[in-house]
């Protein structure tokens, strides 16, 4: 058989494959995390190479960038953002910001198949008109981490957040309302997302050190877009 000489990563990528090719069961691909909470798999993985074009088309214009905590800690993610507001970090704090504080100039516009997808996203989940002003793009290699936090820098509170997964599996940390909640553990794979909303919308969350791997279309990477809704 061909798997005999594929790599373990490799024959996840083709069982994937395969899997794509069956009718579309969305009830199956649905997991509730928690009240307001669900993990759609795959939602995104067929639209997987015209969001890859759109991410480098907006990391082009925005570049990653490693930003500081306001305790004085370098991010091990490197982040962009686009849409109107971008999510930033510095030694004063956290906050959204119409403009990039590296070139002052406004983010890059959210391109169309990242608001179709975080609005079809949301819809699957019970959460219709969702339009978010920002798009977080988090990229990860092998060892960075995102540690537990919530979403809260966001005026309205009533919108979800929508999660993609795109690249090397994650360890997803999915924990409650408080930090000393004892956080579930999901494998977010490529083309997953998450989408937390209502009950859960500040649920602790955050993401374990990547482990190494090579994955097909992304190589040794994970990126994740977090959709917002900033305003009310
Ligand atoms: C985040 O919490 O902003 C990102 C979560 C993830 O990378 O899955
Ligand atoms: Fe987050």
Redesign the pocket.
């Known amino acids: 058989m061909l798997s005999h000489s594929l790599s373990k990563t490799d024959q996840s990528v083709i069982s994937l494959d395969l899997f794509n090719d069956l009718p579309p069961s969305p009830e199956a691909a649905q997991m509730p995390l928690a009240a307001g909470s669900v993990l759609l798999r795959g939602f995104a993985q067929s639209m997987d190479a015209e969001l890859l074009r759109a991410i480098d088309a907006v990391i082009v214009q925005a570049p990653l960038r490693h930003m500081q905590t306001p305790g004085g800690y370098t991010m091990s993610?490197a982040a962009t953002s686009c849409g109107s507001l971008g999510w930033v970090s510095d030694s004063t704090g956290y906050r959204y910001a119409a403009l990039d504080p590296s070139s002052r100039r406004p983010w890059p516009a959210m391109p169309a198949c990242f608001l179709d997808l975080a609005q079809r996203a949301a819809a699957q989940a019970g959460y219709d008109n969702f339009v978010p002003e920002s798009c977080?793009v988090?990229t990860?290699t092998p060892g960075a981490k995102?540690s537990l936090?919530q979403?809260k820098d966001e005026k309205d509170l009533t919108a979800p957040i929508v999660?993609v997964?795109l690249g090397l599996p994650?360890v997803?940390l999915f924990g409650g309302a408080k930090r000393s909640d004892k956080p579930q553990r999901y494998r977010?794979l490529h083309g997953d997302v998450?989408v937390w909303g209502g009950p859960s919308r500040l649920a602790y969350?955050?993401?374990l050190q990547l482990a190494d791997g090579e994955h097909a279309l992304l190589g040794r990477r994970?990126i994740?877009l977090?959709f917002r809704r900033v305003l009310v």
């Open positions: 993610v977080l988090n990860y995102l936090h979403d999660s997964s994650a997803f977010l998450v969350h955050g993401v994970r994740n977090t």
